[in-house]
């Protein structure tokens, strides 16, 4: 008990020298430390799988905490690094069942030194004349990136992070002066908003990090947040459509909203590093080590607006420039293009009929559905459409593409898996306390034919519920990357107090009929297509703190037997096909370029452009446009993507082709595709606009 309390005198005395060098912070109506004990419990007792607040949660949680004020290294050294350790991940969760927060206020009391310390030296390397032409790069994977022993040390980063926020500032402006000027008035701002944080705040950051300690989808919403998530999603995802996160300071496209700014301009591609953000011709704001929040408003805008995102796309710098807009449901709709499949057999020719459905999303009109409206839009109810056109058109094998479809609503997985599979278990959702609860859908199938889904790193959640049906069933082939995203868990957000906001907590894990999760290993392909997304840091197993894969008891399931017995012959096909096929020797040629070019990739350079060089990179992003200018568009000006640029589904057809002989004769015989030629559509509908399938 002595030493119990003797700990607590010595934590009350560091807090109490500490903050003798940091701000003041005010006290308020507002989250407290009684409150983190409370919320804490709520959140064990909610979450899936972690139920106590043990050593290795302790541990994440204060990982987390400081990783969230200095994602770029440059505060802390790693002398603070080991006081906050030695003993904290021990400690923390008796602290808090006491509503003890001192360790929360040390960090931060020390973090809060730090800062000040750092913003003494952030003027005299602004007024610093860099030199521009040496050769040297700053480093942007934190992960690899040691804490700085020594203030030498850090001094040298921060002077290439002011060089490198130089360097940015000058491509839009030309004055020295007013570079300078703008860099002054930026970290005067940062030492504003440093001054004006309270405890709310960094007792919110706190409960953030605890929150994410339990797995990536965990969260926690104060109230400044939710508002802002709920205005968000009023605003029906006006923007340029990409969800991003942050890792280390430094913020990626996680993914592509279907139908959404980013994706249809093809400019920009899942994994792509933002390092800068202008409002249309306006100055170059740099985001790496930028709060992801604030990074959210620079790119958030009115729709008709242009936001310009500066990306790293493994060792080259890109501008990408979009014009933000509101989704409509229309651009993300399911529709259906018919293609001819001319194959060369022993004595004649044959035709196939080739259907593909681009399926982005599984959406729902909710509202429709709630008020009882007869013809509600959902994608089971268009995929039904776009299916029994195909029919009419005497097709003889459909493709799904689900690439890029991050999933959407669990009813509209299972029906769609229903419109191919018939009445049979779909998915079956476990809580951490209960036993699996299994998913039907309870009627015929409409379409009984040769199935291909095409599938990517980004096909997630609901599509690897409809992927993980299909394979189980053996109803058809999976094909695409190696895997999908692995996104396999349910999150429930639960509204608290109004002067605490709301929680979003992992409550249950999805498994196929067959048992198997979809969590982190996702559903693997029947036949993979080298691409070079299946060598990006995309998917679950790439989070920190992941659930684990599992397994439950097999539901007893319809098995079609389409799948084992011609899975081989079609299988050596395709392969002997891509060996020799220019389009995917590049591919190739990409993954060993980009394999090799870890170290650039992990670093932006400070050295400044030759004329030459501007000239090149001028001259490049003026064929670039060119090209653009040339493709065919539609109505809204989106570059429409021809089948003659898709490989991936010129493979696809090729396999559909191969899988429908195989599954007429059980055999492929000497096949020999010579053509393939886009059917046109009896109806009028729009072409596919041009989306990023690598």
Known sequence: MDSQLGRKKIWKIIVGALLSYSLYIPAIYGLDCRDIKQMTQYYLRMHFSMHDFSPEISQRTVNNFIRLWDPGKVYFLKEDIDKFTKKSYQQLPTMLNK?????????????????????????????????????????????????????????????????????????????????????????????????????EDVYGIFMDSFATALDPHTDYFSPSKLEEFRISTRLSLEGIGALLRSEDGVTSIQSLVPGGAAQKSGKVKVDDKIVAVAQGNGTPVDVIDMDLKD?????????????????????????????????QLADRAAKSNMYSSRVELPGKDNTYKIGVIDLPSFYMDFEGRQANKENFRSS????????NKL???????????????????????????????????????????????????????????????????????????????????????????????????????????PKLGAIKVTISKFFRPAGESTQLRGVASDIILPSISDYYEIGEKHYDYAIPWGEVKKAEHPQFNMVGPYLKQVKLASAGRIKNDKGF?????????????????????????????????????????????????????????????????????????????????????????????????????KKKSMVNKK
């Open 99 to 199: 509503a003890d927060c001192s360790l929360i206020d040390v960090i931060f009391a020390q973090y809060s030194k730090r800062f000040e310390e750092r913003q003494s030296i952030i003027p005299k390397l602004i007024d610093t004349k860099h030199d521009f032409t040496k050769d040297e790069h700053m480093q942007i994977d934190r992960k690899s990136l040691p804490y700085a022993k020594s203030q030498e040390e850090v001094y040298d980063r921060w002077r290439k992070r002011i060089k490198f926020q130089h360097l940015q500032l000058s491509k839009s402006l030309d004055d020295d002066k007013k570079v300078r000027e703008k860099l002054h008035k930026r970290y005067e701002l940062a030492s504003k908003r440093h001054k004006d944080l309270n405890t």
């Open 380 to 387: 089971s109810r268009d995929m039904r459409v776009e299916i």
């Open 585 to 685: 020797k590049e591919v190739k040629e990409a993954i060993e370029k980009y394999q090799k070019s870890k170290e650039e990739r992990m670093r932006v350079s400070l050295k400044a452009p030759t004329k030459e060089e501007k000239e090149k990179d001028e001259k490049e992003a003026k064929e670039r446009e060119d090209i653009e200018s040339k493709m065919e568009k539609d109505a809204y000006g989106n570059i429409i993507q021809k089948l003659d640029d898709d490989i991936f589904m010129q493979e696809t057809i090729k396999i559909m082709t191969d899988y429908i002989r195989a599954l007429e004769k059980n055999k492929l015989g000497r096949i020999k595709i010579v053509e393939l030629e886009k059917k046109k559509s009896a109806s009028k509908e």
């Open 295 to 327: 990074v959210v408003k620079l790119i958030r805008g009115p729709g008709g607006t242009e936001v310009r995102l500066s990306i790293r796309r493994g060792e080259k710098e890109l501008v990408a420039p979009i014009i933000r807009e509101k989704i």
């Open 391 to 497: 029919k009419s058109q005497k097709v003889d094998g459909i493709i799904v593409d689900l690439r890029s479809n991050g999933g959407g609503s669990l009813d509209e997985a299972i029906n769609v898996a229903g419109l191919f599979g018939g009445s049979g278990p779909v998915v079956q959702i476990k809580g951490s306390k209960t036993k699996p609860y299994i998913n039907y859908y309870d009627r015929k199938a409409i379409y009984d034919g040769p199935l291909i889904l095409l599938i990517d790193r980004q096909s997630a959640s609901a599509s690897e519920i409809l992927a993980g049906a299909i394979k189980d069933y053996g109803r058809g082939l999976i094909v695409g990357d190696s895997h999908t995203f692995g996104k396999g868990t349910v999150q429930n957000l639960n509204d608290l107090d």
